[in-house]
């Protein structure tokens, strides 16, 4: 059991503080968790405050990076520890799948859209849509490979920065589309933008994405009566799920690993992936259990993969397993 917490740790009665990193879309999400614990809780004074992560401050940073592991996330997390907020908010694709020992996920709320969306020019409708020679921007290795399995005669380019100015970037030429998180774009009121969600049997989502973390330090009861009543058990099982599978594959968010779980008539199904960065090969494999089971069907999934062709995938990339 993790150590008392020293006095200044504790949080003030009647007030919530919650971290949040200081992007567009970290702040939509984390207003979104504030009016959910403030409708449930009118009296609750609620604090949010903008924190800078490493990712902020180095903008050149390439989530490809394997040094990149963890940078979204650190600083909220030391804001905890330290007692200077009493929650941090995270997506759940960025927050690593070991988090400190003082620390908890103390609720997952409702999952947003898990798809990645395509945002394209005029003419292009869907994947299959592409032509050959179409340049596509990415951050991510993971809709690389699989973009790249499905339409292996476009051009990926990799691309950093918001929401906002990957936009602009497909606005001021020379990309034919580009490819972001339907979940990001919702959150931001920007879902007319998309041209059209990307099926899942085309391309699955980083495991997580579409859902939130929200962090605390842990036998924190107050904080935990807040947090319990936006909290969504069919989320945090499928993600449960999902972060077993990409612990078990010694993946990380740079990881060309996808995965996506649900639950259907009483049962947890997920699906999970490793496929090369140029598309070929790609291991793909499903797995069934019951619901309280999540955390074995995700590692079962992945030993499946890992099996399957996905060993040879991560040896490849240079990574241990």
Not at 152 to 174: F, Y
Request: proline content about 6%; some cysteine; overall charge positive.
């Amino acid at each position: 059991m993790p150590p008392a917490l020293p006095r200044k740790c504790q949080p003030t009665e009647g007030v919530l503080r919650i971290g949040s990193r200081g992007s567009a879309l970290a702040l939509a999400q984390t207003h979104w968790v504030r009016d959910q614990i403030q409708s449930r809780f009118p009296d609750l004074r609620i604090e949010v405050r903008a924190i800078k992560t490493s990712a902020d401050r180095r903008l050149a940073l390439s989530v490809r990076s394997s040094s990149a592991t963890g940078v979204w996330v650190k600083e909220l997390e030391e804001a905890l520890l330290a007692g200077e907020i009493d929650l941090a908010v995270h997506s759940m694709k960025d927050l690593p799948t070991r988090i400190p020992d003082a620390l908890e996920i103390a609720a997952v709320p409702l999952r947003e859209d898990a798809r990645d969306a395509l945002v394209a020019s005029r003419g292009i409708l869907r994947l299959r849509d592409l032509p050959a020679g179409a340049v596509v921007g990415t951050g991510s290795i993971r809709r690389q490979a699989q973009l790249l399995a499905r339409c292996p005669g476009v051009v990926v380019r990799e691309i950093r920065g918001n929401v906002d100015t990957r936009l602009k970037k497909l606005s001021s030429g020379g990309l034919d589309a580009v490819i972001l998180a339907c979940a990001g774009l919702n959150r931001l009121g920007l879902g007319s933008r998309i041209t059209s969600p990307i099926a899942l049997r085309d391309m699955l989502p980083a495991p997580g994405q579409g859902a939130l973390a929200l962090e605390t330090r842990r036998d924190e009861d107050q904080t935990s009566r807040y947090l319990s009543e936006v909290h969504h058990a069919p989320t945090a099982i499928a993600v449960t799920a999902e972060r077993s599978f990409l612990r078990n594959m010694a993946g990380g968010c740079n990881s060309p690993i996808g995965s996506h779980a649900r639950l259907e008539a009483g049962n947890l199904s997920i699906v999970g992936l490793i496929a090369a960065p140029e598309g070929n090969p790609v291991i793909r494999r499903t797995v069934t259990a019951a619901p309280a089971a999540a955390e074995e069907a995700g590692a079962a999934l992945a030993e499946e993969v890992l099996s399957r062709g996905g060993a040879a995938i991560l040896r490849a990339l240079g990574r241990r397993i």
